[in-house]
């Protein structure tokens, strides 16, 4: 984990990238005239601060059982270190080559790690951020095995060639001592053995070293003697081999499915031959080959019988099965079934031994994407429950948010929800994994992650003070019919695997309140409750949104066409019918396009609904004249309005949760003022209309395309189904363009119609179209990535000019139909709710919404809100667009708002309240935050509006909509995420581009803050899920199982090693096996090895420097930092030193006070003796 090197940008100058420096309007005040800002560069530094998640494509697993402290090595080079729950460390080999073997120092803190680039590293685990000490590159042979004996400094490391060589830890220098295969072998032999698969040492004696060859032969090798004692020849492949502790036998596993033990003392046959799948012939005859057996360990127990588990070796008849671990413990075999391949699996043992009874005591398992720990002590071997997140993959994550220092109530609220969702049947052990200690950082307030997933789940997490853990899992799937069959699925037509996938959410913390849009065109509203509620019906509303490219034939510059508005005090009211319960009739007859048909089929029974997020309300959009529903590009929720909020290239809509209606149906452009200067005329698209057959699926394939990102090659992928070439899609043809007109000039829940074919007629029947209050309202694809997708592949296409002003206008790439439609839509790409001045005239500030488009547009929409209580159940909202607010170039991505002081005006909330409480408690709780102050002198400004765009930032003056700050961000790029966060108690814009630069801007001057190279995008995941929160805090998901979080504050990055956790925490080795007096009399105990005089230089001489280069690690100078660096570090070193050195002394004044009362015993009993003997003669004894 690096820090990296900023290059500062100095206040008020130019930055050097691609950005250029913030220009005020003339006429209008300096920026230090505005507004005093705090924010420097000093305030801002960038680096990495931890990694969650199951490591991605793991390779190889070692564990310290003194320690106990898991590793896990990856293919991409990656180790992840596990302690007790919230102690987890990440490091990275510079390589990025496969690790192929781990193995610790065990008790020393330290690792070495082999790559399949045929490099060891020696890793440092002493320190918060492990570093390498050593390297050793080895040039001329490949590495396949590595063995390092309990307590010893000699590695040894076997090659592709059979060789073996050995390595000094301490130094990392190769010894002259060389087991050559040849001489290993017998000299009989014609062929070549193959790698060494296994090393390892007898247990009772150091100096019989037990080598495996591919082919099957295994040696006992003797080191002092330098010959082979013992050659065991089998016919089978070898895979793995494993010692009995008294060292008198051996186990080899073997690739058709057998099992070997063999005496070391009787080389000619096995002692005993099993298959522990294959079926037994009754005629006696060997038994049918099974799978390859990749591993086995055997490990006795001082009161029972020995365990042996082995992963494979299932019969080859077992097509389909899943991967197994098999547990033979005396007569009896267990066979666990795991939901992922196995990778590799460790015994955990009590003691760190090879030569004493192992008492085995759990498995720990690494599949493919999970780690799984069994305990074998308890009948049926039930697993351990784990504590670490590696349970962010289980359903690929489609979206991530990202709250840092929200409300202290949210997390105890969410975990007490989610505890009562955990799973039962788990091991009542505590978790053996338990090595480390946490950090002790002073960072207290509360983070929350929320994870989108492919199978509509969201995951809500606890990720305060560097940890992560799970709260509340919510299934937004349950609402739904699921199908039980290809003939059900005649409605879920935009994907054909995972129709629920959540797109986006939008989440106020302080109201609870909770709104997701997903992949079929839906959108659900939740409410947080304590109390389980069953609900009968499920609220719904469906809502058609249409693009109206047929109501015009041509552009009109004179706006003919243009809707008229309505004026401030008209309101567009809902309905007063209740919304239907039911889904509507829509037509899907073979013979005509499709029609009023969502994507899901809402459930009908009656739901209950646990503790935690309640159904308020299903929208979703429905099928319009065979073409299927528009991606949702942008949503946003307000619990002070009551109000859901969401766009997509269509147009948007306003939902009132409250009163389950509809409010506003409109397409973008009627956004725009009738003397707006960025006004865009539709097109129609008639002309160049193209076969049904062979039009482009561009808004699915996009949709699709950007979510099939996330997925593994081995995982599902979002399908198109082929309605394209079915329906008739004819949204714009001529026949249909007066029944889109008419759909727009009616209600739908009306059974007459009324034609608008005057602009008299359009302006009268204005509030009519607007309300447009459906049956039911889809849930829809959330598209606000996919526009980036689609910008890097046709980034070398070249942009059709636009305006005058603005030729590098980014045309918005959303989804649609035809090539033309793709060029005449502008699709919604954001939305803020706020409370501040709609128009220019305005006096007093009133509820609003800031509208952000794909093409540059900020537009603001009036709302005129009920009084609170019965009155804004019953009244209607009012609704009214005023024009654009300003332009910028490419779309859309934040908009905040500053009161006159700089400081920020966040959207106003209701505090939550139980839904489902008492009426007197509802009223207690339901208290709306005060609103920013009322008024504005005249000609004086009181507010800024702060927009961000793919390329630019502006701040503009309200109520007299002045920009007074701009800034160009990139030239050469574009921004993918930006958000205007709280940093050092004042706020700052945070941008991520897709070149891979994170830039900060200070508020409100655009002053360039930060500006560095940090990740080129090369994965849309990366795209998909970056996200800035306060504090200084951002996060990503790195690959689809890991969450790499990072900071760009310095204070941050200044406190990192004491809020890291620590991996090393001095623990005493356990005392080694007591011989017992028979054994040490006559020489039957373990025999020990001086390995200095055989390895060493003096012994044994130097070794080829062709064979390997040694690469000092930057470990050192590191871990010298690293120690050196933070006070509170410093006193926790110190206080663990004196804590370690108390008990030392402690128990050696025990043991001084255990000698003197042994001694005063044995004094007693001497004198005891003496008295009793004194006056007898010899004879007489």
């Given at each position: 984990m690096k820090k990296f090197k900023i290059r500062k940008v100095l206040d008020g100058l130019t930055a050097v990238s691609s950005s250029s420096s913030a220009t005020a309007q003339p006429g209008t005040p300096r920026e230090n005239d505005v507004v005093p800002e705090t924010l420097q560069s000093e305030h801002f530094q960038l680096c990495k601060t931890v990694r969650h998640g199951f490591p991605y494509q793991p390779s190889s697993m070692a564990f310290d059982p003194v320690q106990k402290i898991l590793a896990v090595g990856t293919q991409a080079g990656a180790l992840r270190l596990f302690g007790r729950a919230g102690v987890e460390c990440y490091c990275q080999h510079e390589s990025g080559a496969a690790v192929i073997q781990l193995q610790f120092l065990i008790n020393e803190g330290a690792l070495v790690s082999a790559l399949a680039d045929d490099s060891i590293h020696l890793w440092n685990l002493r320190q918060k951020i492990p570093a390498i000490l050593h390297s050793l590159k080895f040039n001329r042979e490949r590495i396949t095995y590595c063995h390092l004996p309990f307590q010893s400094k000699w590695l040894y490391i076997g090659t592709e060639r059979g060789n073996i060589h050995i390595v000094n830890v301490e130094s990392f220098t190769l010894s002259g001592y060389v087991i050559m295969w040849n001489k290993a072998i017998e000299l009989s032999t014609k062929t070549h053995p193959g790698p060494v698969v296994h090393i390892s040492d007898n247990p009772m004696d150091e100096g019989k070293l037990l080598i495996g060859f591919e082919c099957g032969?295994?040696?006992?090798?003797?080191?002092?003697?330098?010959?082979?004692?013992?050659r065991y020849n089998y016919d089978e492949a070898i895979h793995s081999v494993a010692w009995h502790h008294e060292g008198k036998q051996f186990v080899c596993s073997h690739s058709d499915g057998t099992l070997t033990t063999w005496n070391v003392r009787a080389p000619a046959k096995p002692a005993q031959i099993i298959t522990p799948h294959g079926k037994q012939p009754k005629d006696g005859k060997k038994p049918e080959p099974c799978k390859p057996i990749?591993?086995?360990?055997?490990?006795?127990?001082?009161?029972?019988?020995?365990?042996?588990?082995?992963?494979?070796?299932?019969?080859?008849?077992?097509?389909?099965?899943?991967?197994?671990?098999?547990?033979?413990?005396?007569?009896?075999?267990?066979?666990l079934e795991m939901d992922y391949p196995i990778v590799d699996f460790l015994t955990l043992c009590e003691t760190p031994y090879p030569n004493d009874f192992q008492e085995p005591y759990a498995v720990v398992v690494l599949l493919e994407r999970d780690l799984v720990l069994i305990d074998l002590g308890q009948i049926g071997y039930p697993i351990f429950e784990n504590p670490y997140p590696l349970t962010i993959h289980e359903s690929p994550v489609t979206c991530c948010e990202y709250f840092a220092d929200c409300p202290a109530e949210l997390v105890p609220a969410l975990y007490s929800i989610g505890s009562r969702q955990k799973r039962q049947g788990y091991s009542k052990k505590e978790w053996p994994i338990s090595g480390g200690n946490w950090g002790q950082g002073t960072q207290s307030y509360p983070e929350i992650i929320i994870t989108g997933h492919a199978d509509g789940s969201i995951k809500f997490w606890d990720a305060s003070a560097l940890m992560l853990q799970v709260l509340y899992k919510l299934k937004t799937a349950k609402v739904f019919e699921r199908a039980r069959g290809k003939e059900e699925k005649a409605n879920t037509d935009i994907v054909e695997e995972d129709p629920f996938a959540i797109q986006t959410l939008s989440w106020c913390p302080e109201s609870r309140m909770l709104c997701v849009a997903g992949v079929s065109a839906h959108v659900i509203v939740y409410r947080f409750s304590k109390q389980e509620v069953t609900t009968e019906v499920v609220q719904l509303l469906e809502v058609r949104m249409q693009c109206e490219f047929g109501e015009v034939d041509s552009p009109d510059p004179g706006g003919e066409h243009t809707p008229t508005l309505p004026t401030p005090g008209a309101s567009s009211s809902p309905q007063e019918t209740e919304p239907p319960t039911h889904p509507s009739v829509g037509s899907n007859s073979s013979d005509g396009p499709r029609d009023n048909i969502p994507c899901l089929q809402v459930r009908s029974s009656p739901l209950k609904q646990s503790p935690g997020y309640q159904v308020e309300l299903v929208i979703q959009l429905v099928w319009v004249s065979g073409e299927p529903p528009q991606p949702i590009t942008s949503l946003a929720i307000n619990s002070s309005y009551g109000l859901v909020v969401f766009g997509n290239s269509n147009g948007l809509a306003v939902v009132d949760y409250l009163q389950k209606t509809l409010l506003l149906n409109m397409g973008t452009s009627e956004l725009y003022s009738p003397s707006d200067p960025y006004q865009r005329q539709p097109h129609s698209p008639r002309k160049?209309?193209?076969?049904?057959?062979?039009?482009?699926?561009?808004?699915?394939?996009?949709?699709?395309?950007?979510?099939?990102?996330?997925?593994?090659?081995?995982?599902?992928?979002?399908?198109?189904?082929?309605?394209?070439?079915?329906?008739?899609?004819?949204p714009c043809d001529s026949n249909d363009g007066s029944n889109t007109s008419e759909d727009r000039c009616k209600s739908p829940t009306s059974g007459s119609t009324s034609p608008c074919n005057s602009d008299d007629e359009r302006k009268q029947k204005f509030i009519d179209k607007v309300k447009f209050k459906s049956r039911r309202f889809s849930k829809t694809v959330a598209n606000d990535f996919a526009k980036m997708s689609r910008k890097i592949s046709s980034s070398s296409e070249p942009k059709p000019d636009q305006d005058a002003k603005d030729n590098s206008f980014s045309r918005s790439r959303s989804s649609s139909v035809t090539s033309i439609d793709r060029e005449s839509r502008e699709a919604i790409s954001s939305f803020y709710f706020c409370e501040s001045f709609p128009r220019k005239t305005d006096s007093l500030v009133s509820p609003c919404v800031l509208v952000g488009t794909t093409q540059g547009s900020v537009m603001i929409v009036a709302l005129s809100l009920p009084p609170s209580g019965d009155q804004r159940l019953q009244q209607p909202v009012g609704i009214s667009s005023c024009g654009t607010l300003a332009r910028l170039k490419g779309g859309i991505l934040t908009m905040a708002l500053l009161d006159a002081t700089g400081a920020l005006l966040p959207p106003s909330y209701e505090s939550w309240y139980d839904p489902n409480a008492s009426d007197e408690e509802k009223e207690k709780s339901r208290r709306r935050r005060p609103a920013s102050p009322p008024s504005s002198q005249e000609g004086q400004d009181s507010h800024f509006a702060v927009l961000c765009s793919e390329k630019q930032a502006k701040v503009v003056a309200l109520p007299s909509q002045t920009r007074i700050y701009k800034h160009n961000i990139t030239e050469t790029s574009f921004v993918l995420r930006a958000d205007v966060v709280q940093m050092a108690g004042t706020n700052c814009i945070a941008c991520f581009c897709a070149n891979g630069h994170i830039m900060t801007l200070s508020l409100p001057s655009l002053r360039p803050l930060l500006d560095m190279n940090y990740l080129p995008l090369t994965d849309m995941r990366i795209a998909r899920t970056f996200c800035f929160s306060n504090q200084g805090q951002a996060l990503y998901l790195t690959s689809p199982t890991e969450i790499q979080r990072i900071t760009y504050s310095q204070e941050t990055c200044d406190n990192l090693q004491e809020m890291l956790s620590e991996l090393f925490t001095p623990v005493e080795t356990p005392e080694a096996p007591n011989r017992g007096f028979f054994k040490g009399l006559f020489g039957g105990g373990a025999q020990s090895l001086d390995r200095e005089d055989l390895f060493g230089e003096t012994a044994a001489g130097k070794a080829s420097r062709s064979l390997a280069q040694h690469i000092p690690g930057p470990g050192n100078m590191e871990g010298m930092k690293g120690a050196a660096s933070g006070v509170v570090g410093d006193l926790a070193r110190a206080r663990v030193a004196l804590d370690e050195r108390g008990q030392k002394l402690g128990e050696l004044e025990e043991r001084t006070a255990a000698m003197m009362a042994s001694a005063e015993s044995f004094s007693k009993h001497a004198h005891d003796m003496m008295l009793k003997y004194k006056d007898k003669k010899w004879y007489q004894l």
């Open positions: 032969v295994v040696v006992l090798w003797d080191l002092k003697c330098k010959k082979a004692d013992y990749l591993k086995v360990e055997y490990k006795t127990t001082r009161a029972g019988d020995p365990f042996m588990v082995l992963s494979g070796g299932l019969s080859y008849d077992t097509v389909g099965r899943r991967a197994c671990l098999t547990v033979m413990h005396g007569k009896s075999t267990a066979v160049a209309r193209q076969p049904s057959g062979d039009i482009p699926t561009v808004s699915s394939t996009s949709c699709m395309s950007r979510l099939s990102n996330l997925y593994s090659e081995s995982m599902k992928k979002l399908r198109l189904t082929s309605h394209h070439k079915t329906s008739h899609l004819t």
